[in-house]
């Protein structure tokens, strides 16, 4: 596709997000920074932004393969990715298999614990307010989303959990947990949007519960960078991405 990168529209922790010459797409570009606990912590991971960016335009490809509609359009380097321009629903959507983070803590439920089945739930984005959870009838009282809105994101996080469960299983990993974000196109569907990292799921492997995400950071675990390229290289050797 023709399309010229133009102004920075946005600025986010972990991503710039830039206007196009066409109105319908914007142009991802996937950064080295990290955050933990609303950006008190900050720091670097060396490669983060190159392994974010492709691992997920690939998960994108393999729930598009599997009937979700994502934002992904096409990788354009390293770093960049042309995405469909959505307004992104200001929610976080997080879907948790075992036990663990601030579910654990909210429950007082030891870590690892496996839930008798998924459970979804919702933060405001806000960073001022500090994402606060938000329950169903909060979202559409406070006009967040509708509730047809609503209806299409549960079923797109859980599809999304069925769809990379099984993946992650395929490749020695536990999904721990997850959280995606959810964008409105102009004629009003949902789609997934946002992107689908180490940043924002949990990894264990299977057979060590090793972590091999963002946990390594936020809790100064050390061998980071090894955790995102070990999730990284079992992805790519995995020929069905
Ligand atoms: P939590 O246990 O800290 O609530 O995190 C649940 C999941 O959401 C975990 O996979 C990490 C991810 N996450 C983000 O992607 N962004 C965030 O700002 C937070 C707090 C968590």
């Keep these: 596709m023709?399309?010229?990168?133009?102004e920075q529209r946005y600025e986010g922790k972990?991503?710039?997000v830039f206007a196009t010459s066409d109105p319908s797409y914007y142009i991802v570009e996937y950064k080295d920074d990290a955050t933990a606990f609303n950006g008190l912590k900050?720091?670097?991971?060396?490669g983060k932004g190159v392994i974010n960016n492709k691992m997920s335009n690939m998960m994108f490809r393999l729930l598009e393969k599997n009937g979700v509609k994502t934002h992904f359009v096409e990788q354009l380097s390293d770093r960049e990715t042309l995405v469909k321009a959505v307004e992104i629903v200001p929610l976080e959507i997080i879907i948790r298999n075992t036990a663990a983070g601030s579910f654990s803590k909210r429950y007082g439920v030891e870590e690892g614990t496996a839930l008798k089945c998924?459970?979804?739930?919702?933060?405001?984005?806000?960073?001022?307010?500090n994402d606060p959870l938000i329950n169903d009838s909060h979202i559409i009282a406070l006009g967040v989303a509708?509730?047809?809105?609503l209806k299409a994101i549960?079923?797109?996080a859980y599809k999304v959990n069925d769809v990379l469960k099984e993946f992650f299983a395929g490749i020695g990993v536990k999904l721990v947990d997850f959280k995606i974000e959810a964008g409105r196109l102009p004629d009003g569907s949902i789609i997934l949007a946002d992107e689908i990292s180490p940043?924002?799921?949990?990894?264990?492997d299977a057979k060590t519960n090793e972590k091999l995400d963002k946990d390594r950071f936020r809790r100064d675990m050390g061998g980071?960078?090894?955790?995102?390229?070990?999730?990284?290289?079992?992805?790519?050797?995995?020929?069905?991405?």
């Design 118 to 129: 998924p459970t979804l739930e919702f933060s405001l984005k806000n960073d001022a307010l």
């Design 154 to 156: 549960r079923e797109m």
């Design 224 to 241: 980071v960078e090894e955790a995102y390229e070990e999730i990284f290289r079992r992805i790519t050797e995995q020929k069905n991405v």
């Design 2 to 6: 023709d399309i010229t990168k133009l």
């Design 146 to 149: 509708t509730e047809d809105e």
């Design 14 to 16: 972990a991503k710039k």
């Design 42 to 46: 900050h720091g670097t991971i060396t």
């Design 199 to 204: 940043d924002t799921c949990r990894f264990w």
